[in-house]
């Protein structure tokens, strides 16, 4: 059955998901005397973890969602309060609203989650021990059957609206072969089938993740054109022969290191003029916005051991493996597809 574009995008959804992260991002900051060690001083990122002691990578995430709701400001690198937050989450300040921030900490699993990130010192990476996340399934290379149906039917709720936005607005014109890399439920293989009749999409991922994808490829009625390949990303050798690579909220879940070794291995797999893709909900280049990249980077943080990138880091990391001619477009709603190629 072809999946239709929506009569209009789904931000509205986005937006209401996401503003889960808005109250526990100040209650931690609040109680961290974030916003006191500001006023006394505005710092980069990394000087305010260090004169906190706080997780340098939490605070990286942190301070973005902050700035996205109007609490501080980055000029040239530092972070500044805004006049919203010297009159209200100032201490001192007589209109403080410190007497309201313990009543929603009380049993806020998010905030006590996120304050648990914000105050482990060592940043941790893929494979590093720590309590376990829902990302660590792929960084152990298992995924159960029963966690498989419930990761995939999560992934293809959120992503099938941008996965037809990214199959109409993309520019896939000369892709024969594309291999979805950590495709998830295969909606953006299912989507991509239908959009482009000639071209052949084979879903990567852990073997019970292929096993549900070839499911919804079923469904949709494209098997004969999307078929699946179970494949351990990080142990294993990645299948060649394919002129496109597509990732879909895949460098999200991972750190900057870990992100460079899969564009690494992108590189390595395609041919010449190869082409890879990159879709993600982007930061703005001086990292302030839009709320709901910030958000769902604190969403990351707690849940995988990434966050979300601007267009300017992720073109530093594949320009880094070698690829060339690094391009941005606004695809759906709040994704965009970062596209480039390999010369």
């Avoid at 209401?16 to 974030?34: C, F, H, K, N, R």
Wanted: one cysteine or more; glycine letters at 8%.
């Amino acid at each position: 059955m072809a999946i239709e574009t929506p009569t209009t995008d789904d931000r509205v959804i986005w937006d209401i998901w996401t503003s889960t992260y808005w109250l526990p991002s100040l209650l931690v900051a609040d109680e961290l005397g974030l916003f006191k060690a500001l006023d006394e001083e505005p710092a980069t990122m990394a000087d305010l973890a260090r004169r906190l002691d706080l997780n340098a990578k939490g605070i990286e995430i942190l301070l973005p969602m902050l700035a996205s709701l109007g609490l501080l400001v980055p000029r040239l690198g530092r972070f500044h309060l805004t006049d919203a937050a010297r009159n209200y989450l100032l201490p001192e300040s007589p209109y403080y609203w410190g007497g309201v921030f313990p009543a929603g900490r009380q049993n806020n699993a998010l905030y006590a989650l996120l304050r648990d990130r914000l105050t482990r010192t060592a940043n941790l990476g893929r494979g590093d021990a720590e309590q376990e996340r829902p990302a660590d399934a792929w960084a152990s290379g298992h995924v159960d059957m029963e966690r498989a149906r419930a990761i995939a039917r999560f992934m293809h709720s959120h992503s099938l609206p941008a996965a037809v936005g990214a199959a109409r607005n993309g520019d896939f014109g000369g892709v024969r072969r594309l291999l979805d890399v950590g495709g998830g439920s295969g909606c953006f293989s299912v989507a991509l089938a239908q959009t482009y009749p000639k071209l052949r999409c084979t879903i990567m991922e852990l073997p019970t993740m292929c096993e549900v994808a070839l499911e919804y490829v079923a469904a949709a009625g494209v098997s004969d054109r999307v078929d699946a390949r179970a494949v351990d990303m990080f142990r294993e050798p990645w299948p060649e022969g394919y002129d496109a690579l597509f990732f879909s909220n895949v460098f999200h879940d991972w750190s900057f290191e870990t992100c460079a070794e899969l564009t690494q291995k992108a590189f390595e797999a395609l041919p010449a003029s190869g082409r890879i893709y990159l879709h993600e909900i982007l930061l703005d280049e001086d990292v302030a916005g839009p709320r709901v990249a910030a958000s769902f980077s604190v969403m990351m943080l707690i849940g995988t051991r990434g966050r979300q990138f601007t267009f300017g880091e992720l073109a530093g990391l594949l320009q880094s493996a070698g690829f060339v001619d690094v391009e941005a477009t606004a695809t759906y709603g709040y994704f965009s597809l970062v596209a480039a190629r390999r010369p």
